[in-house]
């Protein structure tokens, strides 16, 4: 069955650190995206990418980066991680198409900043 | 920019009872699609239903349905014969035609008492 899967589901680590998150999907998807949760906030989107070597900014991507060189990864960068980053990170996945395509969610990576 | 708002952060009801939980948002835009969340314990992120805003017709997903109020700008869940696996977390989320972003309200939770 077509999945979606992030690695680790759980890390710590200091501040001040690179962290890189996986988001790996077997649904042939042209979009993925990427969000973090926080209480309060609901989830909010960090960066999103339409295709190969497509990527665009989110509401709260400073502090972030991420590259697209194939269909199936979306990797996560925290280039310096900071206390504030202390989430947790949720990958998504949906079909090209128009608009209105369901995103398909991973589980989430718990990621704790020191 | 679109927002949404869930005005209930928790909710409580006895097993069998009918809930409805509420979800307004703001936009300037005529096309668009709602989508309701649900977020069990397990941290997974799970689409529970889905209107196109052009459709009149409100969704219907066995016991859940919601009512599209669309000059209202509201779009509540009702769940119909709770049970104790509705336990969870539930986000209202808007995207906008065109886009294939999503933005989420702050999400209530809900307990299903037996």
């Known amino acids: 069955d077509a999945e979606i899967t992030q690695s680790p589901r759980h890390k710590i680590t200091e501040t001040g650190r690179q962290v890189t998150l996986a988001c790996h999907q077997t649904w042939n998807h042209n979009n993925m995206f990427w969000y973090r949760q926080d209480l309060g906030h609901g989830l909010r989107l960090i960066h999103y990418s339409y295709g190969v070597h497509d990527t665009n900014k989110g509401e709260v991507s400073d502090g972030y980066s991420v590259s697209r060189s194939n269909t199936e990864d979306l990797p996560l960068t925290l280039e310096s991680a900071a206390s504030s980053q202390t989430s947790v990170y949720f990958c998504?996945?949906?079909?090209?198409?128009?608009?209105?395509?369901?995103?398909?969610f991973g589980p989430g990576t718990r990621l704790l900043v020191l | 920019a679109q927002t949404v708002t869930q005005s209930q952060p928790e909710m409580s009801v006895q097993e069998a009872e009918t809930v409805t939980l509420s979800c307004t948002y703001d936009t300037s835009e005529n096309n668009y699609y709602l989508f309701w969340y649900k977020q069990p314990p397990s941290r997974q992120m799970i689409l529970v239903i889905r209107q196109e805003a052009y459709k009149q017709q409100n969704a219907t997903e066995n016991r859940f349905s919601v009512n599209f109020q669309k000059a209202a700008k509201s779009f509540s869940l009702k769940i119909s014969d709770s049970q104790l696996g509705d336990t969870a977390m539930y986000f209202c989320a808007f995207m906008g035609q065109g886009a294939q972003k999503l933005v989420f309200g702050q999400g209530t939770r809900l307990t299903i008492n037996p």
């Open positions: 998504a996945s949906s079909e090209a198409g128009g608009s209105g395509e369901t995103q398909y």
